[in-house]
T-cell receptor
Framework: KNEVEQSPQNLTAQEGEFITINCSYS?????LHWLQQHPGGGIVSLFM???GKKKHGRLIATINIQEKHSSLHITASHPRDSAVYIC????????????FGEGTQLTVNP | ETGVTQTPRHLVMGMTNKKSLKCEQH?????MYWYKQSAKKPLELMFV???????ENNSVPSRFSPECPNSSHLFLHLHTLQPEDSALYLC?????????????FGDGTRLSIL
């Protein structure tokens, strides 16, 4: 069992829908990253958070350290949001290493 | 444009070939990383360099040999690879080799081993 689990693995939505992607982890962490990977392969860092909530445009990330859970929300989804969304955690003893989830493939249809 | 450039974008090679992957960053960062991404599996960290010194080697087979001649360039030398080595190889950089630093990724090299 992976230390970082994401759900769902695949998600298809219609343009305009509100989307939630979940990340659960089983280890102690100091912070968590959300990343976006487009079909071409490149990865972009969206958020790093260690508590509460962060917002950037239509993206909102929340984390509950006690429950070992984070969510990424996309409001008013658009086809250009179609990508793989990856959760990665910084374990308390990790140094320079991130521990990654398998990713959630999101497809937003027009 | 993330400031991290990887070449080539695609590479097909036989198991007996020797090739190299190249990564260059224009961000003034001090840390560089190699990751392997196989289908349906999480990203796997292979190597971390900080100020041109290798600081992590994640039990990677010796057929993968990294080289960091300066803080802007990172290579991954490949020889005698196996079919299971077919994957997307991603390079990343960050200001320092700490997990709380945002990493900037290249677009990756898609490697296929025949």
């Amino acid at each position: 069992k992976n230390e970082v689990e994401q759900s769902p693995q695949n998600l298809t939505a219609q343009e305009g829908e509100f989307i939630t992607i979940n990340c659960s982890y089983s280890v102690g962490i100091s912070a968590l990253h959300w990343l976006q990977q487009h079909p071409g392969g490149g990865i972009v860092s969206l958020f790093m958070l260690s508590s509460g909530k962060k917002k950037h445009g239509r993206l909102i990330a929340t984390i509950n350290i006690q429950e070992k859970h984070s969510s990424l929300h996309i409001t008013a989804s658009h086809p250009r949001d179609s990508a793989v969304y990856i959760c990665a955690v910084i374990k308390e003893t990790s140094g320079s290493r991130l521990t990654f989830g398998e990713g959630t493939q999101l497809t937003v249809n027009p | 444009e993330t400031g991290v450039t990887q070449t080539p974008r695609h590479l097909v090679m036989g198991m007996t070939n020797k090739k190299s992957l190249k990564c260059e960053q224009h961000l003034g960062h001090n840390a560089m990383y190699w990751y392997k991404q196989s289908a349906k599996k999480p990203l796997e960290l292979m190597f971390v360099y900080s100020l041109e010194e290798r600081v992590e080697n994640n039990s990677v087979p010796s057929r993968f040999s990294p080289e960091c001649p300066n803080s802007s360039h990172l290579f991954l030398h490949l020889h005698t690879l196996q079919p299971e080595d077919s994957a997307l190889y991603l390079c990343a950089s960050s200001q320092w080799a700490r997990a709380d630093q945002p990493q900037h990724f290249g677009d990756g090299t898609r490697l296929s081993i025949l």
